[in-house]
DNA sequence: GCGACAG
DNA sequence: ATCTTGTCGC
């Protein structure tokens, strides 16, 4: 079972979760403290309409074969709104129940989303892997904060993501010719290697195979939900 | 004040 | 995020 390294309150205020932020903004680790990384994880998220409700999705990687090992799907109440810069408070507590369901524990943890490249340098990939103490790398598909030039055309191209002077993460092709991705430091990991594991994942597409297999899964689960409102609806007007 | 703004 | 339409590549 998955320990949780730190617990905190989810029930926050916009200012109560941003200053929580800059408290644990302290705790990332910018530097590669990877053990042999046998399991990756990815993780995603969708809301869906029909029932209010958010859908987590974990699934579990061999790291090299890229097979789909084990993976979860969890449903789970809305309790934050989406804010720019607040998105962990609201994504991160259905992906933590989903994680506490996986038997294969993660050396490495994907996020479709910012790690360091983030206004208080703690986007939701930080945030995740600072609770967990595990490994992780933000992978987003695009900017939220940081100015820079265009990659050049060839898969493992890189230019540097810069906000007020410094280096917050890399825009990354991970395929010729195709819109990059935008990679920042999670936690207990480099940016050098962080783009090394991005590059690894993606062989063929676009986002890292977690991210497509996690998205994948929560695609099946939202779909589910609308046939089965669907079906409950039916039965009502029958009644 | 106005625009920008991970999913 | 989600939705929609059009276009291109396999």
Redesign the pocket.
């Known amino acids: 079972m998955l320990k949780i390294h730190i617990q905190h309150r989810w029930d926050l205020n916009e200012k109560e979760a941003t200053s929580l932020q800059k408290e644990l903004a302290n705790q990332v680790i910018t530097q590669d403290q990877l053990p042999n990384i046998q399991y990756i994880a990815g993780v995603?998220?969708?809301?869906s309409?029909h029932t209010d409700q958010l859908i987590a999705a974990v699934v579990v990687l061999d790291a090299f074969t890229l097979e789909v090992i084990e993976s979860v799907t969890v449903k789970d109440a809305v309790q934050f709104p989406?804010l720019?810069?607040?998105?962990?408070f609201r994504?991160l507590p259905p992906v933590i129940k989903a994680l506490q369901q996986i038997e294969h524990e993660p050396q490495l943890i994907v996020c479709?989303?910012?790690?360091l490249a983030?206004p208080r340098r703690?986007?939701?990939?930080c945030?995740l892997g600072v609770l967990l103490n595990i490994p992780a790398i933000?992978c987003?598909?695009?900017?939220?904060?940081g100015e820079h030039t265009e990659p050049d055309r060839l898969r493992g191209s890189s230019s540097a993501l810069i906000d007020e002077e410094q280096q917050i993460g890399s825009v990354l092709r991970t395929q010729t010719d195709v819109k990059p991705v935008?990679v920042s430091v999670g936690h207990r990991i480099s940016l050098e290697t962080a783009n090394e594991w991005i590059l690894r994942l993606t062989p063929r597409y676009r986002l890292p195979e977690t991210t497509r297999m996690a998205?994948q899964l929560?695609?099946k689960a939202?779909k589910e939900l609308e046939n089965e409102v669907d079906v409950y609806n039916i039965l009502e007007i029958d009644q």
């Open positions: 995603d998220v969708a809301y309409e989406y720019p810069g607040l998105f962990s994504e479709d989303s910012q790690g983030h703690f986007g939701l990939a945030h933000g987003g598909k695009t900017r939220l904060v935008f998205d929560v695609r939202l």
